[in-house]
């Protein structure tokens, strides 16, 4: 069959006659109409931290969909769920001084929005100079218009044409290079530094010892805002709510989604420090952040929200994803020493990679370990798991089991 579904990331002419369709999930397991159960070692797309097929989610949102489904949140509008998730979210956040929350409709949205609104905010503060922004390479920042420029993953900035020119990326593990490159353009012209706590998509690379606490010494200095991207790193991923707290550094900006609902309904946002947000929210007549999405705030992704951080307290899950980051390691460590592996990176938080000598496809090394039922995710240069927070010691040996034979193969 022939699909009529254009799939992101996918090259087409193979996919458009080879889906997998998947039926239904239970915690860390999926099932295809194949019939077939697979190991969802990769959270979906590092999403599903609480697994799979939870009533509690179906329920809340049923609820609050015989109550209104959704209602925009312009203007002087909010529902009683966006309102509650915004107080609970500003309350998680490693900001001492008070956060507010701008809510979007997922990750992607969620840095388009930090992106302008730094911008916006110097503006506004009369630094006008201030529109440069920092970035690291194998940084990923999603897709959309901002995001694309923000790419530290040079395939995803080719093919478009102009991008934003007032955007600078310097390596993921270099402070010196950090700092040489904000002396280079003038402290006054940067407006952000964007970074991931742990890279993600990039290829899980974890911070350099000292990194972001430089990050950190570095803004202070300069006042450069730090907008953390967390949008894989929160809600437990790296064992905390936003995942920067493992560091003591405290950001200006922390972008969200994925694990905030654990993917049951899109839903993302950005957590703002009250220093930032202060020009907008000064007096009435003030400036207006011009900027928002059509199910921002949306009622039932707001309830499905608030039932995933119950379920994340309640059952103890947000700590383990700093609880099971050793034992991850340590199950997928052993390959370090193969012959097709170039490196293995993990150890900081519930997400790893195996890193594939040059002519070794990693396609091929997920395409085998889907053979024997394990679901991870393949990257540039190897492959990526990141299993819900649920997964077990048994789990982890099924994931290395299924790597270590697709390697081999």
């Avoid at 840095?111 to 110097?122: C, E, G, Q, S």
């Avoid at 990050?215 to 905390?240: H, K, P, Q």
């Avoid at 920067?244 to 905030?260: M, N, Q, S, Y």
């Amino acid at each position: 069959m022939d699909s009529r579904l254009w799939h992101p990331f996918a090259d087409m002419g193979a996919v458009k006659h080879a889906e997998l369709v998947l039926e239904r999930g239970e915690d860390v397991w999926v099932f295809g109409d194949d019939g077939r159960r697979y190991l969802d070692a990769t959270a979906s797309l590092w999403y599903a931290n609480i697994g799979h097929g939870r009533p509690e989610i179906a329920a809340a949102v049923t609820e609050q969909m015989g109550r209104l489904e959704a209602y925009s949140a312009f203007g002087d509008f909010v529902t009683r769920p966006a309102h509650d998730l915004a107080e609970r979210l500003a309350a998680y956040a490693p900001m001492p001084g008070g956060a507010r929350v701008f809510l979007t409709s997922g990750g992607g949205d969620s840095i388009d929005a930090a992106a302008k609104l730094v911008r916006r905010h110097w503006q506004e503060r009369g630094e006008v100079d201030r529109t440069r922004i920092v970035v690291r390479r194998e940084g990923y920042h999603g897709t959309h218009g901002h995001g694309t420029s923000l790419a530290g993953i040079q395939a995803n900035r080719v093919g478009w044409g102009p991008l934003d020119e007032a955007v600078s990326i310097v390596p993921h593990d270099s402070i010196d290079a950090l700092r040489d490159e904000v002396a280079r353009l003038g402290s006054g012209s940067v407006a952000a530094i964007f970074a991931e706590p742990v890279i993600g998509a990039g290829g899980v690379y974890p911070p350099a010892p000292g990194y972001l606490e430089g990050l950190g010494e570095l803004c202070r200095e300069t006042g450069i805002l730090f907008v953390c991207d967390s949008v894989i790193a929160g809600f437990g991923r790296l064992g905390t709510w936003y995942g920067i707290e493992r560091w003591g550094v405290e950001p200006d900006l922390i972008t969200f989604a994925k694990g905030v609902t654990s993917g049951y309904l899109p839903l993302g946002g950005v957590v703002v420090a009250e220093h930032v947000a202060e020009p907008f929210y000064a007096a009435p007549g003030g400036p207006v952040f011009r900027h928002g999405a059509t199910y921002s705030a949306h009622a039932a992704c707001c309830a499905a929200a608030m039932a995933n951080l119950d379920i994340l307290e309640h059952e103890g899950l947000l700590e383990r994803g700093r609880t099971m980051e050793g034992p991850l390691h340590e199950a997928l460590k052993p390959f370090a020493d193969h012959p097709n592996v170039a490196e293995v990176r993990g150890g900081v938080g519930l997400l790893a990679a195996v890193e594939v000598v040059d002519g070794v496809s990693p396609p091929a090394v997920a395409a085998a370990c889907r053979a024997s039922g394990v679901l991870v995710r393949p990257l540039l240069k190897g492959v990526a798991v990141s299993p819900p927070l649920t997964v077990t010691d048994e789990h982890l040996t099924l994931i290395a089991d299924a790597i270590g034979g697709a390697l081999d193969a």
